[in-house]
């Protein structure tokens, strides 16, 4: 059963790195082409030397590693409607697959390139004046709504209630 995880580094994209390099190409072209390398080097297992060595204790190494993984996620999606920070406990758990399996990794590496991307648009100055009036407009409803019925109804706690 081939999880992908167990490759060896075969390189192409390292091989092409470096022949680029060897031209005498310019330097950000060169960074760039590193960079791309890096980003394409297939995934190799964080497993030990002697649980890789053999085939079923590696298999039962994989195994382990995706019930952990598969632990934390379950957790971090009942944390999403209890208290807790279920987000960081998917994300957590995401990387503990990423460690042995490479479809793993490849979702890791575009959700980290999506929030990454969000919270630069996030940090944009249209986009925060936005966020801020659409908040205060929504306090200011709500504000509105909450003084409505208090004036209307007026507040009685539940332990003043008298038998109705």
Do not use: C
Request: zero cysteines.
């Amino acid at each position: 059963m081939n999880t992908g995880s167990d490759r060896g580094t075969q390189g192409s994209a390292a091989d092409e790195a470096t022949t680029e390099a060897a031209t005498g190409s310019a330097a950000d072209e060169t960074a760039d082409a590193t960079a791309e390398a890096a980003a394409e080097a297939p995934h190799v297992s964080k497993a030990p030397a002697f649980i890789k060595s053999n085939k079923s204790l590696h298999l039962s190494w994989q195994v382990g590693v995706f019930i952990v993984g598969l632990a934390v996620i379950a957790a971090g999606v009942a944390m999403l409607v209890l208290p807790g920070p279920g987000w960081v406990a998917i994300f957590a758990g995401l990387a503990i697959w990423a460690t042995e399996f490479a479809w793993a990794h490849l979702v890791l590496r575009w959700t980290k390139r999506k929030v990454t991307e969000a919270a630069q648009k996030a940090l944009d100055p249209k986009v925060r004046r936005r966020n801020i009036i659409l908040t205060s407009v929504g306090l200011v409803i709500a504000g509105a709504l909450i003084g409505f019925y208090l004036w209307k109804y007026g507040l009685v706690l539940p332990w003043n209630l008298k038998d109705q």
